[in-house]
């Protein structure tokens, strides 16, 4: 798709009823307004050339960068106020609110748009089924999805604000901290499937219950565009509720996901097979047997559920399933790399991207399925898992139950919270706690031999993804 002309000078004014200007210039010309843009940043950063730079006031106010933003390339900015220190001649378009112009200009992307929109929420397992939706409707036409995991209240209009024009796809990872959050972000997105991977315990912290969690992730039904179609993850508990939501919504139609009998796309077996694994599936009542190019269980799920959108959203299943044999893991999502231990090599399986107790259980049962060579060990490097609330240390502790299931040799855990599961293991798991994820590094590279898998796993705020990077250095494939 060409990007070129993401947004013209005149478009992204009347998109927002913003002003064009610039402070002084060569008064020969029209630097104001004769602009285009390939694109849409909010970090100068990572900005590319072409881009708006949207100046929007979070943890620093972005109009103090308008000058990074310029040297960096950026076509114009967004800005609710001109700084003195503004570049002469650079491109602006003033607005009275810089995040309501990203949503504006969000807003008219998709209103210019024609293609078919998926959002995607739940409690794990949102970005990794985005990253598939993309790989399988790749296959069918253009398709237009976040890099990152651009899915709150300025990442989701975001990644709208950047939909081309001739997108034949959208897929827009949704997510939240609290109740109330995702219902104004469907509302901007209105996709035409709304998928919820599952429902579990994450962002306790700020809800009373589980319960309410799975309120909050239904929040996604009341966005859908008319004609639109609920996918629904059949094993969870919390599906009643889920369906009876999307039902309150007026979603046209269900389809669900899982292990369970009457899952429309449902999974049957799961066997790892190399980098990747065979599954025996049922697709409304048709059995098959497919390949795929990520290994576990949980990614075997999120497959079906992104094949339930992909086909609601009207794409060619055969092709959405061929490509299944080509999916890469994301980068802290599960992707693996063989690292150099002394004259050996071990396997590294980096799972740092988040974690709640969902996920964490998903990533031990890959670490245990994960084959050992010769007298090679499965080592686990676990850092916290935040924004639990008063039952944190509880959930930590329980992981002592996973790891001694997937017989797990060793654990490195990093943190206060994770001090809960080191009490809990029998002292030949024990491998070293450390009050930090950087203080587990030595620790981890002197531990790892021959033969061995090491899993790393954590939130992000733990830091613990320091060792992930670490061994990566060893990488044979660098």
């Keep these: 798709m060409d990007e070129a002309n993401l947004w013209t000078a005149f478009e992204a004014a009347a998109a927002t009823g913003g002003a064009l200007c610039s402070r002084g210039g060569d008064a020969q010309s029209w630097p104001a307004e004769e602009w285009s843009a390939a694109g849409v940043s909010i970090d100068t950063r990572s900005l590319k050339p072409g881009d708006i730079f949207v100046a929007l006031r979070d943890a620093r106010d972005g109009h103090e960068f308008l000058k990074n933003a310029f040297d960096a390339g950026a076509s114009a900015a967004l800005v609710a106020r001109a700084p003195e220190d503004a570049p002469e001649g650079a491109p602006l378009l003033v607005v009275g609110d810089t995040l309501q112009g990203l949503r504006d200009l969000a807003l008219a992307a998709r209103l210019r748009n024609f293609g078919k929109r998926i959002g995607v929420t739940g409690s794990a397992g949102k970005t990794s089924t985005k990253e598939i939706l993309r790989a399988v409707l790749r296959a069918n036409g253009g398709v237009h999805a976040a890099d990152k995991s651009f899915n709150n209240h300025w990442g ?10 001739h997108a034949d796809y959208g897929v827009f990872e949704i997510g939240m901290n609290h109740a109330g959050e995702i219902t104004p972000l469907s509302a901007l997105v209105r996709p035409h499937a709304a998928i919820v991977t599952t429902v579990a315990e994450a962002h306790l912290e700020f809800f009373d219950s589980v319960e309410g969690i799975a309120e909050a ?17 059949i094993d969870n508990e919390y599906y009643p509720l889920l369906k009876k939501r999307a039902e309150e919504a007026g979603a046209a139609s269900f389809v ?13 077996e799961y066997a790892p097979d190399g980098a990747g694994a065979r599954l025996a599936v049922s697709i409304r009542g048709k059995r098959r047997d497919i390949a795929v190019g990520v290994p576990g269980k949980h990614q075997a799920l999120n497959m079906l559920a992104a094949l339930a959108a992909a086909e609601a959203v009207g794409a060619d299943l055969e092709k959405c399933i061929d490509a299944l044999a080509g999916l890469e893991p994301a980068q802290g999502r599960g992707e ?15 799972e740092s991207y988040n974690a709640n107790p969902a996920s964490m259980a998903a990533a031990i049962a890959l670490l245990a399925a994960a084959p050992v060579k010769g007298d090679g060990r499965r080592l686990a490097v676990l850092g916290e898992m935040l924004e639990l609330g008063p039952d944190a240390p509880a959930l930590h502790a329980a992981l002592a139950q996973s790891l001694l299931a997937a017989k797990v040799d060793r654990v490195y855990a990093a943190g206060d919270l994770m001090r809960h599961l080191w009490d809990r293991l029998p002292p030949e798991m024990q491998g070293v706690w450390a009050g930090s994820a950087v203080g587990l590094i030595g620790a981890v590279e002197d531990a ?3 033969g061995d898998v090491v899993m790393v796993k954590g939130s992000n705020a733990s830091k613990v993804s320091a060792v992930a990077k670490a061994l990566k250095s060893r990488s044979t494939t660098e």
Excluded: C, Q
């Design 156 to 165: 989701v209009p975001l990644s709208l604000a950047r939909l081309p024009m």
């Design 217 to 233: 992730k239904a929040e996604i039904f009341t966005g859908l565009a008319p004609g639109g179609v609920a996918v629904l993850p």
């Design 256 to 268: 669900t996901f899982g292990e369970s009998d009457g899952a429309v796309f449902r999974l049957h």
């Design 336 to 350: 693996r790399a063989t690292i150099r231990v002394g004259d050996g090599e071990a396997t590294l399986i980096d």
């Design 448 to 450: 790892v031999g021959p």
